[in-house]
Every structure is written in C-alpha cells, then in structure tokens.
C-alpha cells in the first residue's frame, strides 16, 4: 500500500531559526495536505497542494510540492515558540473521492526560548 | 459553526470488554473518517463512512467496526478490547471529495 515517509523525526531549534520537515511518498499523490497537532491536542488542518511545483505560503510558513507529485516539505521561517507542536503529511490513498488519509510519522518541533 | 465532536472524551476499560465512541461531525459534512494514533504506530487509517455507507477500510482486525446515520453522526465499536488498543482515536470530517478533514478532539482509550 501507499506508504508516507516523514523527515526528521525530531527537531530542536532555538527561537528564531528556520526549520524545515520533508515528507515522501511512494506514489504519486493527487494532493498533499498539512496538518499541526499541538501537544496534547488534535490534528489541525494547515494548508492542500494539488498542482505538480506548487508553492504556497502562509506568514512564515511555506509549503512545497514536488514536481513529480512524491514529494513535499515545510519550511518554517524565524520560529516562535507557537509553532511547537507536531507537523503531519497525508497523502489522500485510494482517490481524491475516498477520505483515507495516509499520514507520514510526524515530525516533532520543539522551540527554545 | 460547531467542529467536530467527540464523546467521550475519556474512557478506561479491561480487557475482553468493549466500547463504544461516537462522532458528530460538522453541519453539512457527509463523510466521516476515524483514526487511531499512537506514539508508536502514529495515525492509522481504521475507516471512512459516507452516506451511512462504509466506502472503505484500514488495516484493522474485525474486531474494529463503525456505522453511521443518517444525520451523519457515526459510531465506531471495539469489541474483546487488548491492551495494545489504547489509543487516542479521532474522528475526521469533510465536506466532499478531495478536500480536507477536521479533526475532533479525540476519544483518548486506555485499556488496562
């Protein structure tokens, strides 16, 4: 089946540095899509990319998809405290009809003051 | 407009015994997803129901089941609960194809 990977696992970063999460699948993807789950909290839809090359951004945030549609990242510049949290991919499996989301393994951002 | 809801937010249980956790999703949306995450397995895929109708299913043993009705609320059942099933399990909705879900806040799952 369709499998996601998600790099790095864990990332420190002190307040102010960028920090960036690849995510990869073993697909090809009708669309990519981005969540944020706080400690202790749920999943939080951030942004959808569905166009081979496509750039977006929100404030600080800037998402990327691959040209060949497999690949994604998501670049955090000058982090804040507030950005800490757990950063998912999904990748929608079985059409763009079907709600089965398959999520990469997150990536951990802790942020120091 | 109201998210999506849970209940309940908390359960215990044993071994052998079963559960039931429901979802009411937000107004309009047709399709439910539900999920389970843990730290070691992350989020997994258990299945989506559109319609009252399940239009597809994760990797999950039979042990794990879901319905939905008509007013789009959903249920999923776990019946002879393991250990290995505690879990925080979300509940996801969306308003059609291809687009993005929002997520309840979670029925977190111990099962001792």
Redesign the interface.
Known sequence: ?QQVMQIPQYQHVQEGEDFTTYCNSSTTL??I?W?KQRPG?????LI?LVKSGEVKKQKRLTFQFGEAKKNSSLHITATQTTDVGTY?C?G???G???????????TILTVHP | KAGVTQTPRYLIKTRGQQVTLSCSPISGHRSVSWYQQTPGQGLQFLFEYFSETQRNKGNFPGRFSGRQFSNSRSEMNVSTLELGDSALYLCASRMGAGLEQYFGAGTRLSVL
């Open positions: 089946g009708s669309n899509q969540y909290g749920h999943p939080v839809f959808q998912f999904a929608p499996d079985g763009t009809s079907y709600g089965k989301l398959t999520f990469g393994q997150g």
